[in-house]
Every structure is written in C-alpha cells, then in structure tokens.
C-alpha cells in the first residue's frame, strides 16, 4: 500500500508547515450563498437549463405549457416537475391564462446568479490580501 | 375533494384547447446543456459558492488549502470534498507546491456559465418565434 498522498490531498505531512501568510478576505454571507446554492441547485439538471433557454428565447421571455413538452420531448407531468423547480428558484412566473400556464422568465433572477459570476480574479483591483 | 387544477397545472382540461400558435426556437443542444448542469451542479451548495469567491478574490484567483478550512469553519476532510467538485467541474485549477495544495479560480469557465446566464429575455432581437 503506498502512503504517498493522493495529489488533491489537503493534508499536511508535517505540523507548522505553513506556506505563506494567512488572508484575511471577506467572505460571501451564509445566507446569500444559500440563495444562490438554491438558484444553482435549480440550474444543475439539462432539461432545466433548456427550458430556460427556450422561455427566454421566446417573445417576451414567455411560453405556454402546451408548446414546451414537444419542444423537449417530455410528458406534461415531467414538465411540470421541472418548472415547479424554477419557479420555486424564483427563475420563472407562472400566470394562468385560461385553460393553460404561461411561464416567462424574471430577467433579475438571472441578473443575480450573473453578477456572483461576475467574480473578478487576479486584478489587482480585486485583492483582499 | 376539488377537481380544481393547482395553480401550476400544464394539463388542459379539453382537447384542443390550444391558446396560440406553435413555435420553432431553437432548443440549446442537449450536450451542452448536460455540460452547463454540471457546472451548475457543482455550484448548488453554499459551502462551494462560498469557497470560489473566497479563492476569486484572493491574490491571483489562488489560495493555498492550508488557509481554506479556518475561513469557512469546516475540516480538512471536508475542504477536499468540495474542492474535488469544483475541480471536477473544471472551475478550479489545483496545483501542489510542496506540501500544500494551491488552488486557482478557472476564469474561463466562470465565462461559459455567465454566457448562458446571458439570456437576453423581452427583446426584439432575442426573438425567434
């Protein structure tokens, strides 16, 4: 059995073998890192991604229930899984109009999950420490 | 008990009840929305949000693992666990020096998910159907 680490290994073969000065960078709130997990959480599934895509691409960034299964080849209850996940994400409205829902997408939910990415690396503007 | 259809229903009460006219957007295709969910995936928990902006914003995207752990109040064991799912997700770069783990923001690949974040919704242009 060998004992050399793994090369994702965090641990430490030696106490006090420090590498370079702590940080002190600020991190995210816990509780906006929550709502983003969540909005990602509702991202991390292909079917949902190309509803979002497909809704967005629509006139006014709203489709009605009756063309999105065809589009995607999945059953009416399928959909219904997928969108209630955006919905609850806070990524689409729905709004009943008759007989049919009518989902659009909400541009500023994007917006947020857009500006965290927006996460500028090595520019000396962004250094903390 | 109600008949009456949740507010989120897809499905018609009457066949034929078809409120507006097809239509013919292109779907993203299903590779790269697969490529996108896994991305996303790795992004749906507060711990790795929480983690990939602490390492945006350090001195060259790059933070050593040693500091990692004590910000975010959680144990080595875990620190490996959610930084081999940002790395499988190819958003971050890991690299050791000595005896410690660097690890290195990919901005590329916070570049691919913020373009599709980039869904332009209720515009003329953006209109295909």
């Known amino acids: 059995m060998s004992t050399s680490a793994a090369p ?3 641990v430490p073969s030696t106490i006090g073998d420090v ?3 702590g940080t002190d960078c600020e991190l995210l709130a816990k509780d906006r ?7 990602f959480k509702a991202l991390a599934d292909p079917t949902r991604v190309r509803l979002l895509q497909y809704l967005a691409e629509a006139e006014s960034g709203t489709a009605c ?3 999105l ?3 995607l080849e999945i059953s009416q209850p399928t959909l219904s899984f997928h969108m209630r996940k955006l ?3 806070g990524l689409v ?3 009943k109009r008759g007989r ?4 659009t997408v909400r541009p500023e939910s994007l917006q947020r999950v857009r500006g965290f990415l927006d996460l500028q690396v090595d520019t000396a503007t962004s250094r903390c420490c």
């Open 8 to 10: 994702w290994t965090d």
């Open 19 to 21: 590498c370079c000065p």
């Open 33 to 39: 890192a929550e709502d983003l997990a969540l909005v």
């Open 65 to 67: 229930a009756c063309h």
């Open 69 to 71: 299964p065809a589009a």
């Open 87 to 89: 919905h609850d994400a």
């Open 93 to 95: 409205d729905r709004d």
């Open 100 to 103: 049919w829902v009518h989902y």
